[in-house]
């Protein structure tokens, strides 16, 4: 079995304001337990990628040679990550429906 480097998983400021608009859009629909239970899965699978990068497929609106634009499909989201030769970047959380155009800006995120 090939052994998968470890990287470091790095969060952009911009994951943390759609994390916590998704926190308070989920509250006011389904309550704050169920909307701490997503935060939770979220999270979960974010640092989960330190080692299972390499798991999800390329993100299909962020195509690159390389792949290096992929993404996590939880529910209705898109956890999307960029995979650097030092470390994982986690850019965005969106709703699956949101336009191309929005999902293309995470290409623009700088850590």
């Not at 309550?31 to 330190?50: H, M, N, P, Q, T």
């Not at 040679?65 to 939880?74: A, E, P």
């Not at 030769?85 to 850590?111: N, P, Q």
Request: proline share 1%; glycine share 4%.
């Amino acid at each position: 079995m090939v052994e998968i480097e470890r990287k470091e998983v790095k969060i952009a400021k911009q994951f943390e304001l759609d994390i916590i608009s998704l926190y308070t859009f989920g509250e006011e629909v389904f309550g704050a337990i169920a909307a701490k239970s997503f935060i939770a899965d979220i999270y979960g699978r974010v640092w989960s990628l330190d080692n299972m990068y390499l798991l999800h497929v390329e993100c299909r609106h962020l195509p690159t040679i390389d792949k290096r634009y992929r993404n996590i499909i939880l529910g209705s989201y898109l956890i999307i990550y960029r995979i650097k030769t030092e470390c994982i970047e986690v850019l965005r959380i969106l709703h699956s429906h949101s336009s191309i155009r929005k999902i293309r800006t995470a290409r623009r995120i700088k850590l």
